[in-house]
């Protein structure tokens, strides 16, 4: 099975950085994703990892430790439309490419 | 553009009360998914399928079922629907290959049983 755990709730300052921690447990690894989802909005793809390393994409970076069953997302300048629920999500290696999702972490952004 | 349509963003219906939920894509993906996304639990799935006709049950699939006739179209039946179901259901695809390949979501479809 796959256990996945990250923070309920953040707060950050507007222009400042946060990151934001996922740990898993799973029988098996196939990639680990970050979505964003904005209140009463669908999930949206941010990154992908699947490899160990830091994968970067303008503000937003994510990073992966298979062997620590460990990812974070880091958030630079942040903004204020940066409010939003992140959902980690590992796939594991099964068919039909089955994500399990956290719990998500709710980021407030503050002026 | 991906593009993941759900038939009703919100639905009100009543205990016993058999429940359709609509999913359609048009992007040709072979894998569709149904979640159901709730406070403190994040997304659980209920049922997937990777081809027409196919189906898997997910992590929760209990009072649930599914259709799926068309490779576009993935359908979420409550047989009948319970209160504990009143929730944020999700439909999502994605391709079968195997790598680099996020899944899609709709809009959603907010259901309350009374």
């Known amino acids: 099975g796959q256990n996945i755990d990250q923070p309920t709730e953040m707060t950050a300052t507007e222009g400042a950085i946060v990151q934001i921690n996922c740990t898993y447990q799973t029988s098996g690894f196939n990639g680990l994703f970050w979505y964003q989802q904005h209140a009463g909005e669908a999930p949206t793809f941010l990154s992908y990892n699947v490899l160990d390393g830091l994968e970067e994409k303008g503000r937003f970076s994510s990073f992966l430790s298979r062997s620590k069953g460990y990812s974070y997302l880091l958030l630079k300048e942040l903004q204020m439309k940066d409010s939003a629920s992140y959902l980690c999500a590992v796939r594991g290696d099964n068919a039909g490419n089955m994500l399990t999702f956290g719990g998500g972490t709710r980021l407030m952004v503050k002026p | 553009d991906v593009k993941v349509t759900q038939s009703s963003r919100y639905l009100v219906k009543r205990t016993g009360e058999k429940v359709f939920l609509e999913c359609v894509q048009d992007?040709?993906?072979?894998?569709m998914f149904w979640y159901r996304q709730d406070p403190g639990l994040g997304l659980r799935l209920i049922y997937f399928s990777y081809d027409v006709k196919m189906k898997e049950k997910g992590d929760i699939p209990e009072g649930y079922s599914v259709s799926r006739e068309k490779k576009e179209r993935f359908s979420l039946i409550l047989e009948s629907a319970s209160t504990n179901q009143t929730s944020m259901y999700l439909c999502a695809s994605s391709t079968r290959t195997v790598s680099y390949n996020e899944q899609f979501f709709g809009p959603g479809t907010r259901l309350t049983v009374l």
């Open positions: 992007m040709d993906h072979e894998n």
